[in-house]
């Protein structure tokens, strides 16, 4: 089992080098050194208190590494803001679904449209900026399947059709390297297939970068996976590969083997 490769390209469009994050003196995260390929769905897994949620934020500088270096398109951004990120076209999702719930699906796009083409201190005054604007916004809901949602209010969306709307207002920003930070978390099994089928249909001429807890879309979609476990990486690979790890199988199985022994 594994994903189809994306026929990647060996560049290195996001890197890190040796990031550590000390909250109070206790290490969440270790000497963490990524590479993360263009054009490769990269998926960070492992088991809760791992610190795969804090790499994520180290990536994305929603928190700042204690030590390290983060490249982008070999360029040091380890020092820049989220936004200033954004604009370089590392664009991340969270976890809880963002939308604004009063606006249509439709008004949501605009306002990503606007984010993503139109500057902060302009950003009210962005819709005449934008222009024409249509065919963009269809485009977009054709993408994740919510074309025949545009003039319902956001709120009144089901769960998992809220999280294809903030996948829709992530793509929006055109981003070179997409974040998405558990991207199935509490969906039902009918939406998580839908979502993972919008993920690979979105990844095509993009890389993506995942945090995941469902292995079942992990094996479906990564073409690689990084694995930790106490804030640092034990194994790297193909699902194949760090499936049959012996680390990892400690990691995901051991407490629970354990525990068989002892009955």
């Known amino acids: 089992?594994?994903?189809?490769?994306?026929?990647?390209?060996?560049?290195?469009?996001?890197?890190a080098r040796g990031?550590?994050?000390?909250?109070r003196g206790y290490v969440a995260v270790?000497?963490?050194?990524?590479?993360?390929?263009?054009?490769?769905?990269?998926?960070?897994?492992?088991?809760?208190?791992?610190g795969k949620t804090t790499v994520f934020n180290l990536l994305t500088k929603f928190l700042l590494p204690?030590?390290?270096?983060?490249?982008?398109?070999?360029?040091?951004?380890?020092?820049?803001?989220?936004?200033?990120?954004?604009?370089?076209?590392?664009?991340?999702?969270?976890?809880?679904?963002?939308v604004f719930p009063d606006l249509t699906v439709s008004d949501n796009i605009v306002v990503a449209l606007q984010r993503a083409c139109v500057s902060p201190v302009a950003f009210w005054r962005g819709r005449k900026r934008l222009g024409d604007?249509?065919?963009r916004i269809d485009e977009l809901l054709e993408q994740v399947d919510l074309a025949a949602f545009a003039q319902i209010r956001a709120g009144d969306l089901p769960y998992g059709r809220k999280r294809a709307l903030e996948l829709a207002t992530t793509l929006a920003a055109?981003?070179?390297?997409?974040?998405?930070?558990?991207?199935?978390?509490?969906?039902?099994?009918?939406?998580?297939?839908?979502?993972?089928?919008?993920?690979?249909?979105a990844a095509i001429g993009r890389t993506v970068v995942m945090v995941e807890h469902n292995m079942k879309m992990v094996?479906?979609?990564?073409?690689?996976?990084?694995?930790?476990?106490?804030?640092?990486?034990?194994?790297?690979?193909?699902?194949?590969?760090?499936?049959?790890?012996?680390?990892?199988?400690?990691?995901?199985?051991?407490?629970?083997?354990?525990?068989?022994?002892?009955?």
């Not at 270790?30 to 791992?50: F, K, M, Q, T, W």
């Open 19 to 23: 990031l550590r994050k000390e909250f």
């Open 66 to 98: 204690t030590s390290g270096q983060i490249l982008l398109e070999g360029i040091d951004v380890s020092g820049e803001t989220p936004a200033a990120l954004a604009r370089r076209g590392l664009v991340r999702s969270f976890q809880i679904s963002a």
């Open 174 to 201: 055109e981003p070179k390297v997409m974040l998405l930070d558990e991207p199935t978390q509490g969906l039902g099994h009918e939406d998580v297939d839908r979502v993972t089928a919008l993920i690979k249909q």
């Open 30 to 50: 270790s000497g963490v050194d990524l590479d993360i390929h263009r054009g490769e769905i990269h998926a960070l897994i492992g088991p809760n208190g791992a």
């Open 133 to 135: 604007v249509s065919s």
């Open 1 to 15: 089992m594994g994903a189809s490769p994306h026929h990647p390209t060996t560049e290195v469009v996001l890197k």
């Open 219 to 263: 094996a479906r979609i990564a073409d690689r996976i990084s694995v930790l476990r106490r804030g640092e990486i034990i194994a790297e690979g193909t699902y194949d590969e760090v499936s049959r790890d012996p680390q990892v199988v400690e990691s995901y199985l051991g407490s629970r083997s354990r525990a068989e022994k002892k009955r």
